[in-house]
């Protein structure tokens, strides 16, 4: 009950700021009411209000979900994407770089978030750690080094941490493109 309603009161407290950032924005752009009186200027030939403003001026203040997905599924989504790519490479890192779908965002994007996985999978325990279960994977796998352990949970290694900054460049890449319109 505890993390529903701080997840309710996070929300409402979102709903807010993104009405406050709003209002604010009206009040700063110019040809509102209130842009027209600080100027002293004649009330009736002041343009008409344009609504909130350009979304591109707010936008980070704004939930983002991506594809319509809301962040915790974009997250498990892919951490079971992972998992999959993992499982096939046969917890080879190399093997499970290679399985990875193109990438089609920029040349330097796609090379920081290959290094960043790259880098993040080289920590976990490799195939020929397994090698001695016949290349089961079905076999109990030996447990995670606690150095490789993050947050207050023992499922939260930092190889799903690439999962984060994906779901932080995507947001990125939508609000930069926003900004360019």
Not at 81 to 87: D, G, H, K, R
């Amino acid at each position: 009950k505890k993390g529903s309603m701080q997840r309710e009161m996070a929300v409402a407290l979102r709903s807010h700021i993104v009405l406050v950032a709003a209002a604010l924005a009206a009040l700063a752009s110019p040809g509102t009411l209130a842009a027209a009186l600080r100027q002293g200027s004649n009330v009736d030939t002041a343009p008409a209000p344009k609504g909130v403003g350009a979304t591109k001026d707010f936008a980070y203040l704004l939930p983002f979900n991506p594809a319509h997905q809301p962040e915790e599924l974009f997250k498990t989504r892919c951490v079971n994407f992972l998992n999959q790519a993992l499982e096939k490479g046969n917890y080879d890192p190399a093997m499970t770089l290679k399985l990875l779908p193109e990438c089609h965002w920029k040349a330097e994007e796609c090379a920081g978030l290959r290094k960043d996985l790259a880098a993040r999978l080289e920590k976990l325990p490799s195939g020929k750690q397994h090698a001695a279960t016949g290349g089961m994977l079905n076999v109990a796998l030996p447990p995670i080094p606690p150095g490789a352990v993050t947050g207050n949970t023992d499922r939260n290694p930092p190889l799903y941490g690439w999962c984060d900054l994906m779901y932080a460049m995507t947001r990125q890449r939508v609000i930069a493109k926003m900004a360019s319109k």
